[in-house]
């Protein structure tokens, strides 16, 4: 297995409390398979990503788990082996809002050519110059592009050239934190195409990370449902959003509009989400669930499989 995170806990101390933000989570990803992470904005999905490159703001600490990429977990080792063998080069992020990182006055070319000579010794300018040319027409773009300011560039222009930048290094993992949110519905399925497109070329693994069901249910292969820190519900994205076993992942999928079938009433999921400081005892979705039982308030689910690879952590399910 290329990445496989085991019983993951990220937290964040704030003044004597601790944000729970990431609280035991568990998946694999194997070579050019995309998972897509979803869940309400909150529930911990970028503090998600930024763990499993272990880029933490100083208030954030792993707690407890493994990341285990290519066998090897990254969770134990030194920040320097890190930086030289393993982030941008094995594993790789868009971050959320990146398109606005792009430094407007530095030509797209220059950008890309320094994270290149960064991150890799005794590369010439001219060859990390001629990656980069390489790396814009991957992902869409004119050669000509490498003499352009970002400002001059479309927000959709802007999306592909920060995820060549993402690609400079050859990672085998690519983390895209809400990948299209700032674009127009047009471009956000070009680039979805895009990312669907360089995962069969480039064999490249991604985890998608969205609050928007649609835009997960286009790009992944399987597909976690997150709530207030924890995996609820997880498998094969067709069975996920055909067949949603646990409650919260059903109201989410029937909040989701379809243009094709008539107006109807949707069914919004009442209440907030819990806070992650004092999460709910027992079942954390219990407080906004319609089907909430006297063991549900006290006693955390189990994770019961589904069907074959299928799984979902509610009392409901038995187990
Ligand atoms: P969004 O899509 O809105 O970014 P998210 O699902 O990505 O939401 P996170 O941003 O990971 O969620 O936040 C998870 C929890 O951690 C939230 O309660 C948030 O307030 C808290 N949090 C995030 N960053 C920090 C931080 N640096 N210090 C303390 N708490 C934080
Ligand atoms: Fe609802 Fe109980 Fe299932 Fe949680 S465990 S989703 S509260 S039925």
Redesign the pocket.
């Known amino acids: 297995m290329l990445l496989a995170v085991e019983g993951l806990k990220m937290y964040?101390?704030?003044s004597n409390e601790t944000?729970k933000?990431?609280d035991g989570v568990s998946f694999s990803l194997g070579e050019a398979e995309s998972l897509g992470i979803v869940?309400?904005?909150?529930?911990?999905?970028?503090?998600?990503?930024?763990a499993l490159l272990k880029i933490l703001?100083s208030?954030?600490r792993i707690v407890d788990g493994r990341i285990l990429l290519e066998g090897v977990d990254i969770v134990s080792l030194p920040e320097e082996r890190l930086r030289r063998g393993i982030r941008w080069k094995k594993i790789s992020m868009v971050f959320?809002g990146s398109m606005s990182a792009l430094n407007p006055v530095i030509k797209v070319g220059e950008q890309i050519a320094e994270a290149i000579i960064i991150h890799e010794n005794g590369v010439t300018k001219k060859e990390a110059l001629e990656r980069a040319a390489n790396l814009l027409e991957i992902v869409g773009l004119d050669r000509s592009t490498l003499k352009r300011y970002p400002f001059e560039l479309s927000g959709g222009q802007r999306q592909r050239a920060v995820i060549a930048m993402a690609l400079a290094l050859n990672p085998k993992v690519l983390i895209a934190?809400?990948p299209t949110t700032a674009l127009d519905v047009i471009v956000q399925a070009q680039i979805l195409k895009l990312l669907r497109e360089l995962k069969e070329r480039l064999r490249l693994s991604i985890v998608f990370?969205s609050?928007d069901v649609s835009v997960i249910s286009e790009v992944s292969d399987r597909v976690a449902i997150?709530y207030a820190?924890k995996f609820v519900e997880s498998g094969n994205a067709e069975a996920v959003f055909l067949k949603p076993s646990h409650p919260y992942t059903q109201a989410l999928i029937s909040a989701v509009p379809s243009i094709k079938e008539p107006r109807k009433t949707f069914k919004y999921i009442v209440g907030q989400p819990p806070?992650?400081i004092n999460p709910p005892p027992g079942c954390r979705f219990h407080p906004r669930c319609p089907y909430v039982m006297d063991v549900c308030r006290s006693e955390e689910p189990p994770i019961i499989e589904v069907e074959k690879g299928h799984f979902a952590a509610c009392h409901l399910l038995g187990g």
């Open positions: 964040y101390g704030v944000v933000a990431v869940g309400e904005s909150g529930c911990g999905k970028s503090s998600l990503a930024m703001p208030n954030a959320q934190d809400e990370i609050h997150m820190g806070s992650l």
